[in-house]
């Protein structure tokens, strides 16, 4: 079995800063890539961001030279660092991890439960 645990989501005014947390623990031998996803009110989920295990990084449009995502591979922990926060950032922000679990090595996904980032003032 396989936890995917985010945190780090809030209410904030525009313009400031806020950093999410992505933790994913349980028996898997590795951790082939992880996401950021959003979803904002009454649309679909949306990719924010990426990073493989080889550190590639892949950034949506809106979220280009505001967000980064980096990785702590030792704790299976994944960031994204959110500067510049806007009103139209406000959403449910979701982690998505893909494992490598089982005696065949294949990659599995997993989704965390979300937690909401809000820009207001």
């Known amino acids: 079995q396989v936890q995917v645990t985010e945190s780090g989501g809030g209410l904030v005014q525009p313009g400031g800063s806020l950093r999410l947390s992505c933790a994913a623990s349980?028996?898997?031998?590795?951790?082939?890539?992880m996401a950021w996803y959003r979803q904002l009110s009454g649309k679909e989920r949306e990719l924010v961001a990426s990073?493989?295990?080889?550190?590639?990084?892949n950034y949506a449009d809106s979220a280009k030279g505001r967000f980064a995502i980096s990785r702590a591979s030792a704790e299976n922990t994944m960031y994204l660092e959110m500067n510049s926060l806007k009103s139209e950032d406000t959403a449910v922000y979701y982690c998505?991890?893909?494992?490598?679990?089982?005696?065949?090595?294949?990659?599995?996904?997993?989704w965390g439960q979300g937690t909401q980032v809000t820009v207001s003032s």
């Open positions: 349980g028996r898997f031998f590795g951790i082939h890539s």
């Open positions: 990073i493989t295990g080889g550190g590639t990084t």
């Open positions: 998505y991890v893909e494992v490598i679990i089982g005696s065949r090595r294949l990659p599995y996904s997993y």
